[in-house]
Nanobody, 120 residues
Framework: QVQLVESGGGLVQPGGSLRLSCAAS????????MSWYRQAPGKERELVAA????????NYADSVKGRFTISRDNAKNTVYLQMNSLKPEDTAVYYC?????????????WGQGTQVTVSS
């Protein structure tokens, strides 16, 4: 049974920091790229950051570049999102996604999400 479990969300003031974690089970973690998405009320879900299966390449949305850092620890089957200098517009439910896109296998898995609220 595949599970992606996010943690680390919460309420922070503008300018604060949070570190999200996503622990995966039921997959060969090192075979999957990992990404973080977010969805604010009334908004579409958007890609925030992604990291390749070996951690050799990362990509970020322009809105978070320079403030957020995605990383992974394949020994722990966990991907992280370090969020610094948080802004109210970062408020959203953050979702972890595992993706596999090989010549033969194409498959995605989603976590349940964790709430991040940035407010005074």
């Amino acid at each position: 049974q595949v599970q992606l479990v996010e943690s680390g969300g919460g309420l922070v003031q503008p300018g604060g920091s949070l570190r999200l974690s996503c622990a995966a089970s039921g997959i060969t973690f090192s075979n999957y790229g990992m990404s973080w998405y977010r969805q604010a009320p009334g908004k579409e879900r958007e890609l925030v950051a992604a990291i390749t299966s070996a951690g050799g390449s990362t990509n970020y949305a322009d809105s978070v570049k320079g403030r957020f850092t995605i990383s992974r620890d394949n020994a722990k089957n966990t991907v992280y999102l370090q969020m610094n200098s948080l802004k109210p517009e970062d408020t959203a439910v953050y979702y972890c996604k595992a993706y596999r896109d090989s010549f033969i296998i194409k498959r995605d898995y989603w976590g349940q999400g964790t709430q991040v609220t940035v407010s005074s």
